[in-house]
């Protein structure tokens, strides 16, 4: 099974984003996701077998513990640069710490030989991928075409995940949400 822990951002966006998506990344040449597979990643475990879930579970239970939040997205950023963009990604404006906290603490809570490699966390949602990258006016363009743009929504829970990749990209499978408090 191949594996991650993320939370979601809010219906809203996520139907907006499927609107603006197909439109920006067919100028751009590049592929977007579905809009109910948008997400933004905490931990990503990999391939596991099935009898590691309940160490996973129990993990995103012992980092819930802390109160919901709020986040403010937007902004358009790309990995590895703007030179040499392979992702464009939604950036997060307010809350970004709270989530890097949030991450930090569910990876703490799991035990270490399904702790992921660590990289400095960046909270972002990954908005489309490049085979090849992309002019960078073009770019600069969407994100100044995108920089008015924003969506306030709540954390309110740790979601585990299943991936299977399909010829057409990934699909998810919820296996277990862990809400915060309050």
């Known amino acids: 099974m191949r594996l991650f822990l993320a939370v979601t951002p809010p219906e809203n966006l996520r139907r907006e984003l499927g609107v603006l998506l197909p439109q920006w990344t067919e100028e751009l040449g ?3 996701p579905s809009p109910e597979n948008l997400h933004l990643t905490l931990a990503f475990l990999g391939e596991l077998e099935e009898g590691r879930r309940e160490a996973i579970e129990a993990a995103a239970d012992a980092a819930a513990h802390r109160p919901a939040f709020a986040v403010e997205w937007g902004g358009l950023g790309v990995f590895p640069s703007w030179r040499a ?22 990876i703490a809570a799991l035990p270490a030989d399904l702790r992921p490699r660590r990289r400095p966390f960046r ?7 490049f085979r090849r990258p992309p002019r960078q006016e073009d770019l600069r363009r969407l994100a100044a075409e995108l920089a008015p743009l924003s969506w306030s929504s709540r954390i309110e ?11 057409d990209g990934a699909r998810y499978r919820l296996l277990s949400r862990h809400p915060l408090e309050g």
């Open 30 to 32: 590049g592929r977007w």
């Open 85 to 106: 963009a392979r992702v464009a990604y939604l950036g997060v404006q307010e809350g970004e710490e709270r989530l890097a906290a949030l991450a930090r603490e569910l």
């Open 123 to 129: 909270a972002h949602l990954t908005v489309a991928r």
């Open 157 to 167: 829970a740790i979601e585990f995940f299943e991936s299977r990749l399909h010829p």
